[in-house]
């Protein structure tokens, strides 16, 4: 008697996109941004001391890369916050920078570009840096995204423009609907402490 072979289930199972299910993906549905700063004698503290000011140390954090997923909403950093449970594993895009030199400025920023339809998805970017303004570096780090998405959509542009005239030209092709940053700067400790600044955009799923 031949015995019908049994079919083969697929290792994952995908629905009629041919992608698995939403629900089995990791995909954040919110987004919320923060920063901080901290001042300790030791680096690690000082960086401990710093996500407490962002409101994200209970949370084990992942970091990760630079994409804005398809209709994920962006929510209060007060929101947020109470999202969030100790010991909870955290995916988030982190940019930090430290010292212990006195009076060195230091800064870390997170920027978002948005696309106009929300099936597509965005980019973020990290930047940290030294003698930097939070002014300079927040536009820097938005700059970087707009231009990455701006690739990506096939938006024609002159790279060797200024950010605010290439931010133009975004804005008038109708494709990115927002770009944004968040920044946290400061200036080293006096006494030569660790000084810790961190900004970070923070999902939820």
């Keep these: 008697m031949a015995v019908t072979p049994k079919s083969k289930k697929p290792p994952v199972p995908v629905g009629d996109t041919g992608f698995p299910a939403v629900h089995d993906l990791l995909v954040p549905k919110a987004i919320w941004f923060t920063n901080g700063v901290g001042v300790h004698k030791d680096r690690l503290s000082s ?76 980019y973020l970017s990290e930047h940290h840096s030294y003698g930097e303004t939070g002014k300079k570096a927040g536009d820097y780090a938005e700059d970087l995204a707009a231009t990455m998405l701006a690739t990506t959509l096939g938006i024609e542009f002159d790279p060797e423009k200024a950010y605010d005239e290439r931010k ?4 008038m092709s109708g494709q990115i609907v927002r770009t944004r940053s968040t920044v946290q700067s400061a200036e080293g400790n006096k006494l030569g402490k660790w000084t810790t600044v961190v900004a970070l955009g923070v999902f939820i799923f």
């Design 47 to 122: 960086f401990e001391l710093a996500l407490r000011d962002a409101d994200v140390e209970i949370a084990n954090l992942v970091t990760v890369s630079s994409i804005f997923p398809p209709h994920c909403k962006e929510i209060s950093r007060k929101e947020g916050a109470k999202l969030i449970r100790p010991g909870q594993i955290v995916h988030c895009v982190l940019a930090r920078q430290d010292t212990n030199e006195a009076n060195r400025l230091i800064t870390a920023s997170i920027g978002l570009a948005r696309p106009s339809d929300p099936k597509n998805y965005g």
């Design 168 to 171: 133009e030209v975004y804005r």
